[in-house]
């Protein structure tokens, strides 16, 4: 008898212990997240700029891996919208300027369309294909300014850690996808140049194809306002009574071609332009993209302690 009452004892004290070993636990816990809240939110070093970059980092993580495998894939589709471009050039618009326009005009287009075309393709491939420049991996005795975390090397000045590549680009000014590189030291010439020479490529499409845009698209409305007159008669008569179409599948085919050069052409040429006034701004200031970036929000800070 007493040895059992001691077993029971013996019970009750281990589940006391343990229920007190949870609750331990628990405090624990509780204790720890509040000190990483606190952490967080209260550290004389943290703004809301960390706190937001925080909140981003699996934005940016995302953002980050799926730029680095659809790089190729935006390779592509500059290539594909480019050459579906020239080829309908080559097609539908050309021999309208063959058979119509003067032959100064004729030499003109011929001449300015193909020599744009050569320097479109030229930098294009240069920016590609130019690597931006990376740090010297040699060991020097030469003091560094500074040394990049990632990567755990020295990283000279105006150099920046690139996520998407993993790697320091020298004077690095963005990762662009759609030439699946960064834009560096040696290939930053290369990339202003083609936005340069694509903005006023699709200045000249759209401005030698506003006519036939406009001409072309009172065709497709004439074509819908046919096809409706053509079903509603063909639902109140015969088959056989039933009119052929008023355009023909090549003059379809025509018209919705030269309505996608025009919009095409356009969209591009106000998109990029912005992005070329916006680089002219920047190289004309010796900044790049991230610099600028950086001397604003050093600007604010030094104007925050009145400098």
Request: glycine share 4%; hydrophobic share 40%; aromatic share 12%.
């Amino acid at each position: 008898m007493r040895n059992v009452r001691r077993l029971f004892l013996r019970c009750l004290r281990l589940g006391h212990r343990r229920k007190f070993t949870y609750l331990n636990l628990v405090t624990d816990y509780l204790r720890y997240g509040r000190l990483c809240l606190v952490s967080l939110t209260h550290n004389s070093f943290t703004n809301s700029d960390v706190v937001i970059e925080s909140l981003f980092e699996p934005v940016y993580w995302l953002v980050d891996h799926v730029t680095r495998w659809f790089g190729i894939v935006f390779v592509a589709l500059v290539i594909l919208l480019t050459s579906s471009i020239v080829l309908i050039v080559y097609i539908c618009v050309l021999p309208l300027i063959l058979q119509t326009y003067s032959t100064g005009w004729i030499c003109w287009h011929l001449t300015y369309g193909h020599w744009n075309l050569i320097l479109i393709v030229f930098h294009y491939y240069k920016a590609i294909t130019t690597p931006p420049g990376y740090p010297p991996q040699a060991q020097k005795n030469t003091p560094s300014v500074s040394v990049c975390r990632k990567c755990i090397a020295p990283k000279p000045a105006r150099t920046h850690h690139c996520s998407i590549c993993n790697r320091c680009i020298l004077k690095m000014d963005h990762h662009c996808p759609w030439l699946n590189n960064c834009v560096g030291h040696y290939n930053h010439r290369y990339f202003f140049s083609f936005c340069l020479f694509m903005t006023l490529g699709c200045i000249y499409c759209s401005i030698s194809s506003r006519v036939m845009f406009r001409e072309a698209y009172a065709a497709i409305e004439k074509m819908k306002h046919h096809e409706a007159e053509r079903l509603q008669l063909a639902g109140n008569e015969t088959y056989s009574q039933t009119p052929p179409p008023a355009f023909s599948f090549r003059e379809r085919v025509f018209h919705k071609c030269i309505i996608y050069l025009w919009v095409l052409c356009s969209s591009v040429a106000v998109a990029l332009g912005a992005l070329t006034l916006w680089h002219a701004m920047l190289i004309t200031r010796g900044e790049t993209s991230i610099e600028r970036h950086i001397n604003k929000k050093e600007r604010k800070r030094l104007q925050g302690k009145g400098k």
